[in-house]
């Protein structure tokens, strides 16, 4: 790797076969690099990373991620995302990065503020990959784009761990544990509303948990169905209760669009063959734990 710039260094430890793979890698540095930026800050003594992003950084998750979710250890109503989003725009420029970090207008009344990071593809591809242009299936406008979220009102009952990461320098992260990830993730597959397009990327991070023996923490799993409405503030998360809920769930669900959701993000498909309800609950019976 003699002679290559530090982001080409990380390139080369992603073992691309083709050119999405290659956006994929990018993406991912680039995320990497924002939380690097917000590591620098007082960012995390007041929020942990969550969600999916969290889950594949910190603890191997084999899919490709779209966004950084964050949430407040406490609930804040005065905070502002905008302070942070000049470190992260400065950290991606000091990597070699042209990219924009804009805030999102905050619906009125809402706890959850946004912003977008932006950036064209192609113009990265070519600095940062050595590919050269033209590129079939890469418009000179396409723009690589990260959304941050970050929840002021959070609900209670969450876990917190320290992650560390040695690239692309070494920093930490406050964020979820385990147990409290999942909690997220189990109301996400009983409350989100899916409409005409099913999240399977929510089934597959559940396998995910269910396969390495994590359980639910059921505190926090509470206060978020209490929070969305979804369960009186006095119910206390059963197992016996979270599988009859999630059985139900499954029945409900599409799993051929479950599959298409999931098929641009995982590399090996052959692990959605047996997708269907009767799997899923199969699973479910037999290895959901919770914790109290």
Not at 69 to 87: G, M, N
Request: glycine fraction near 6%; charge should be neutral; aromatic fraction near 10%.
């Amino acid at each position: 790797m003699t002679g290559l710039s530090p982001i080409q260094k990380l390139l080369a430890r992603h073992p691309c076969r083709n050119l999405d793979e290659q956006r994929q890698a990018l993406r991912q540095i680039v995320q990497e690099i924002a939380l690097l930026g917000l590591s620098r800050t007082d960012f995390f003594m007041r929020a942990a990373f969550y969600g999916g992003t969290a889950l594949r950084i910190f603890h191997g998750l084999e899919r490709f991620s779209e966004d950084l979710d964050f949430s407040l250890a406490e609930p804040d109503p005065a905070f502002r995302l905008d302070d942070y989003l000049d470190a992260v725009a400065a950290e991606l420029g000091s990597w070699g990065f042209v990219m924009q970090v804009e805030t999102k207008q905050k619906n009125a009344g809402s706890p959850i503020q946004s912003a977008f990071i932006k950036g064209g593809t192609l113009v990265h591809l070519v600095r940062i990959a050595s590919v050269v242009p033209p590129v079939s299936g890469v418009p000179e406008n396409e723009l690589l784009k990260i959304k941050l979220e970050i929840d002021t009102d959070p609900p209670a009952g969450a876990g917190f761990e320290i992650g560390y990461r040695l690239e692309p320098i070494p920093f930490s992260v406050r964020l979820y544990d385990r147990p409290s990830l999942f909690a997220g993730k189990v109301h996400a597959l009983l409350c989100r509303n899916w409409g005409q397009r099913v999240k399977g990327r929510d089934f597959f991070d559940f396998l995910w948990y269910l396969s390495n023996q994590t359980p639910v923490n059921a505190a926090h799993l509470a206060a978020r169905l209490q929070q969305t409405g979804h369960r009186h503030e006095q119910a206390v998360v059963t197992r016996d209760a979270l599988v009859q809920l999630l059985e139900k769930r499954f029945r409900e669900v599409d799993f051929a669009q479950a599959r298409q959701d999931v098929l641009p993000f995982i590399a090996d498909t052959r692990v959605l063959d047996l997708w269907s309800a009767d799997f899923f609950i199969a699973m479910t019976c037999q290895h959901l734990a919770v914790q109290p």
